[in-house]
């Protein structure tokens, strides 16, 4: 038939070339495949654990209270920010601590503000059970 490599030959190795150990031809030391191409797998299969819809964030394993949506080192940074920018109470914001941060966000003006900001940002970001606006521990990550 036209078209057909001749028997015995690999129809993918190109006309002309020494025949390349691949597929249909086993390297030398090695046993030759009977149609698996890997060893079957021991032991058990990865089983992923269900997500409790009510912590889709985990739980906190001193409170077993489900931890918040919000993060805690993100609260302290950005309660750090009158380092940089000069306004403080964005990260009591961020929390849920509205009015909290609102007044931070006003007494920044005369500068105590400011310096509220910053203390409060070190203790959130020390504090273990910081906590958000909902009153659920923050995530630690």
């Not at 149609?35 to 032991?43: I, L, N």
């Not at 058990?44 to 819809?53: G, H, K």
């Not at 739980?59 to 950005?78: C, H, I, W």
Request: proline share 14%; glycine share 14%.
């Amino acid at each position: 038939m036209a078209g057909q490599p001749p028997q015995g030959q690999n129809p993918y190795q190109p006309q002309g070339y020494p025949p390349q150990p691949g597929y249909h031809q086993p390297q030398p030391g090695y046993p030759a495949q009977q149609g698996q191409a890997y060893p079957p797998q021991q032991g058990q299969a990865y089983q992923a654990q269900p997500v409790n819809p009510q912590a889709p964030y985990g739980v906190d394993p001193r409170t077993n209270m489900p931890y918040s949506e919000k993060q805690k080192q993100l609260a302290g940074f950005l309660q750090l920010l009158p380092l940089v920018v000069g306004i403080g109470g964005i990260g009591r914001c961020y929390a849920g601590h509205i009015g909290v941060g609102v007044a931070q966000i006003i007494l920044s003006c005369t500068g105590i503000g400011q310096i509220w900001s910053i203390i409060d940002g070190i203790i959130i970001l020390t504090n273990d059970q910081a906590m958000d606006g909902n009153g659920l521990p923050m995530r630690p990550n």
